[in-house]
């Protein structure tokens, strides 16, 4: 059994604790130590019956534990960039985790501290970057690339060929057309379906997806054209 921390117990940090729990039932794999998450009030306490262990800072307690970060709010997806930069940790150090119920490919690549909860599928070629959150039931489909730290909202959907930049936020249901490209950190409505390629950090809404306005990035956050 590898020791595990959790960053982050917000809604994400809960369900990626529960697919710990489906990939245990499967096969014993991790001790879940707790979560780490620098709301003040929830050190001490317990979220669904794990503990908060502290703020984030406390992983230099726990050097041989795996780590993941499960933030991620729509309305502020940035973060787990920044923690991941901030706690300045060597890439061994975090798990992937795949629930159970996700179909990943033989010919598919999932980086470190990417969680792919129940229902997800990956079909053949898709390269999955580092830290990516991928919600229940999201689809990848051939030869996808998705870059570090994109997040997928719960059942969106993609054609072949579509590549998805570092930190983007696809919402739950949208679908994207075949060999299109999504840049880096833009973000796609809930429902959105995208015929055109998006634009690096902006927001595009709607069936066809249209423009609706910039990404408001924080003055830290860097995004390669
Ligand atoms: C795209 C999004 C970020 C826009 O949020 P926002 O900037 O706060 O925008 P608002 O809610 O103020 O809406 C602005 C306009 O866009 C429209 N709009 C917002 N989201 C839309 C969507 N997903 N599809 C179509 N239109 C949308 C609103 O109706 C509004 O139109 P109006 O000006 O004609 O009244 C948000 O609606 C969204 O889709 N977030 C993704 C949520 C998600 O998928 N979560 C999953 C995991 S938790």
Redo the contacts with the bound molecule.
């Keep these: 059994m590898e020791a595990l921390l959790i960053v982050g117990a917000g809604?994400?940090g809960r369900e990626t604790a529960e697919a710990v729990g489906a990939v245990n039932d499967d096969k014993p794999t991790y001790e879940l130590l707790g979560f780490l998450d620098d709301n003040p009030d929830a050190a001490g306490t317990e979220v669904d019956g794990v503990p908060v262990l502290g703020p984030i800072s406390s992983v230099a307690d726990h050097l041989d534990a795996k780590v993941i970060v499960s933030t991620?709010?729509?309305?502020f997806y940035f973060s787990r960039k920044r923690i991941v930069e901030r706690l300045g940790l060597p890439p061994d150090r975090y798990a992937t985790l795949i629930h159970p119920l996700a179909s990943v490919g033989r010919s598919v690549e999932v980086g470190g501290g990417t969680v792919l909860l129940a229902g997800a599928v990956a079909t053949a070629g898709v390269r999955i970057g580092s830290h990516v959150a991928v919600?229940p039931g999201a689809v990848f489909t051939h030869d996808d690339v998705i870059g570090d730290y994109a997040?997928f909202?719960?059942g969106?959907r993609l054609a072949g060929r579509v590549t998805v930049g570092d930190g983007a936020?696809?919402?739950?249901?949208?679908l994207i057309r075949q060999s299109l490209t999504v840049g880096a950190w833009a973000?796609?409505?809930?429902?959105?379906v995208v015929l055109e390629d998006v634009p690096a950090a902006e927001?595009?809404?709607?069936?066809p997806?249209r423009r609706?306005?910039k990404v408001e990035l924080p003055a830290d956050l860097v995004v390669a054209p």
């Design positions: 809604g994400f991620g709010h729509p309305g919600m997040t909202g719960s969106a936020y696809i919402g739950s249901g949208a973000l796609v409505g809930l429902g959105a927001v595009w809404v709607g069936v997806a609706l306005r």
